[in-house]
């Protein structure tokens, strides 16, 4: 085998190697990293097909040398994401106007305290406002921030745990056990 079949195999080896990856975080529902690892792997494939054949050369652009990995575009789509970071929720979001990430936390504690209360304001199929959640008191009896309670429903929004309905009101879905569920879901988020 000349170096040239050598080369070629070991960016096939990687790009099977890169769609494993991928395979697993599209599993996880890493969705902006399966856009990237996407991207390494066509460009990988480009370059293999290049140097299998016979006086071809890997075509300009394919690789830069000032930016290894292709940068993926953002889009609202992708967002937000919800992770974990030892006791906290984590949402990140985009930013339209900033055109950037943005982080929002939330201790776990918070969220349990905010699924309760939501629990008891969507009891019977009832619709409630978020406004009525502000009033929800973590264990030390300390109102929890009205930007970790919105924080909280776009998690539960995301789960399909609770609908929005209108501007402000919510309803949780029906047959669902907010707390239970939210508890759940937390347990399985990605660790960040």
């Not at 190697?17 to 460009?43: C, F, H, M, P, W």
């Not at 979001?93 to 304001?121: C, F, N």
């Amino acid at each position: 085998m000349n170096t040239t079949d050598e080369a070629s195999n070991a960016l096939k080896d990687a790009e099977n190697r890169i769609r494993k990856v991928l395979a697993a975080s599209a599993a996880k529902g890493e969705y902006q990293r399966v856009l990237d690892l996407t991207n390494v792997a066509k460009q990988l494939g480009v370059m293999a097909a290049a140097l299998a054949k016979p006086g071809s050369v890997i075509p300009s652009g394919a690789v830069s040398e000032t930016h290894p990995a292709p940068v993926a575009i953002k889009r609202d789509s992708d967002y937000p994401k919800f992770l974990r970071r030892s006791e906290d929720l984590i949402k990140i979001g985009w930013s339209k106007k900033e055109r950037k990430e943005y982080l929002h936390k939330m201790p776990h504690a918070a969220l349990t305290s905010v699924a309760r209360a939501i629990a008891q304001a969507g009891a019977g199929g009832k619709r409630f406002a978020a406004d009525a959640l502000e009033k929800a008191v973590d264990s030390h009896g300390e109102t929890i921030p009205g930007y970790q309670t919105y924080l909280c429903l776009a998690f539960l929004r995301s789960q399909g745990f609770v609908r929005q309905e209108g501007r402000s009101n919510y309803s949780i879905q029906t047959g669902v056990d907010i707390e239970s569920s939210t508890e759940a879901a937390w347990q399985k988020l990605t660790e960040m």
